[in-house]
């Protein structure tokens, strides 16, 4: 199968930090792949190696095909960069920006005027094409940036927070197009922190933390992994005593969420049981009950817990 993206052992230090540490990790064709992490996880490191900025000390990794180390140009003109900092110029045009970008790229002139006429359309830039980027606002900047990523038709998209300190409208904006860019079955790289935003968007996601994936796996999978996350809210119609609750073996913690019971467990039909059982005896009624997985949230902050507690 060919993938693309594949990256082998890569590893980058600086001075005393391992900003990246030796990861793995394959994005399919046609995937929108998350790369979720704190600051300083690594992600733009990864995101620099793996559009030929910088180079890697260990590993090595391809990108549609193309060995970034062997063939640098040849991945390098397969692929869309949204960086984590604008290299769009502000004291030039929106226009000269995209075909300044275009010709590096080397699209040929006639495809870069169309190409770029209808990215700025679609983007709703259009009208401000002569305008100096100087005077975008942050939205229109991205927006932009986004423009200037798709101007050479490419085969994979890079994105390094694309969506950070937009307004919800914007957020959304750009997140459809990325959604649009996909469909056309072509694979997108997109690093965040933003939890909600990996769910929407992307088919798998990679946890990283201190240059190390710490899971891969679909948004679904990364929850059903941590079941003893799940929790159940429970509403009785009197007050309860919360001791009789976090003595049960199958409640692993219970508390109160404004007059609601929250109670975590790995166990919830067990627990529902004990609930009914209870109410019963007590001659209480439980008014409302609800069982939820655990938030994307929920998840990446026990796993990053348990990495951390496993370098220790
Ligand atoms: N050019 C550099 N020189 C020295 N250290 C660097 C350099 N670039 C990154 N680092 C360090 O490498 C680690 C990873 O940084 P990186 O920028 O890849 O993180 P990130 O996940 O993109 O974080 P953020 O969410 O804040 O953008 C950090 O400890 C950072 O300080
Ligand atoms: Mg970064």
């Known amino acids: 199968m060919n993938f693309a993206i594949e990256v082998q052992d890569l590893t980058k230090h600086y001075e005393d930090v391992t900003a990246v540490d030796h990861i793995n990790f394959e994005v399919k064709n046609g995937e929108i792949f998350g790369f979720l992490g704190p600051n300083g996880a690594g992600k733009t490191t990864t995101i620099r190696i793996l559009t ?43 226009w000269e920006n995209l075909t300044l970008i275009g010709k590096l790229y ?3 002139k006639s495809k870069l005027h169309e190409n770029a006429t209808e990215l700025l359309k679609e983007f709703g830039l259009y009208e401000v094409k002569n305008k100096l980027v100087r ?14 990523a798709l101007v050479n038709d490419p085969e994979v998209l890079f994105l390094d927070e694309p969506t950070s300190g937009l307004d919800v409208e914007s957020a959304r904006l750009l997140r459809e197009k990325i959604t649009q860019f996909n469909k056309e079955g072509k694979a997108v790289f997109l690093s965040t922190h933003n939890m909600e ?45 919360l001791q009789i609750f976090s003595e049960n073996p199958n409640i692993s913690k219970a508390s109160f969420a404004g007059n609601k019971l929250r109670i975590s467990t790995a166990n919830p039909s067990a627990v529902i049981e004990f ?20 938030s ?6 026990k796993l990053i817990k348990e990495k951390e507690a496993a370098l220790k």
């Not at 994307?296 to 902050?301: K, P, S």
Request: proline content about 5%.
């Open 275 to 294: 609930l009914a059982d209870f109410a019963k005896q007590n001659g209480i009624q439980i008014l409302s009950l609800n069982t939820l997985m655990p």
């Open 135 to 148: 005077g975008f606002s942050k939205g229109m900047k991205q927006k932009l940036l986004l423009c200037m």
């Open 296 to 301: 994307l949230e929920d998840v990446f902050i």
């Open 197 to 241: 935003e990996a769910n929407q968007l992307c088919h798998r996601i990679a946890i990283i933390n201190h240059g190390r994936i710490a899971a891969i796996d679909t948004p679904e999978n990364l929850r059903i992994q941590s079941m003893e996350l799940q929790y159940i809210e429970v509403l009785f119609n009197k007050p309860v005593d």
């Open 52 to 94: 030929g900025l910088i180079k890697p000390d260990v590993g090595k990794a391809s990108v549609a095909n193309h060995d970034i180390l062997r063939n640098p140009i040849e991945a390098k003109q397969r692929i869309g960069v949204v960086p984590e900092v604008s290299n769009a110029y502000i004291d030039l045009s929106a």
């Open 106 to 108: 080397g699209v040929p």
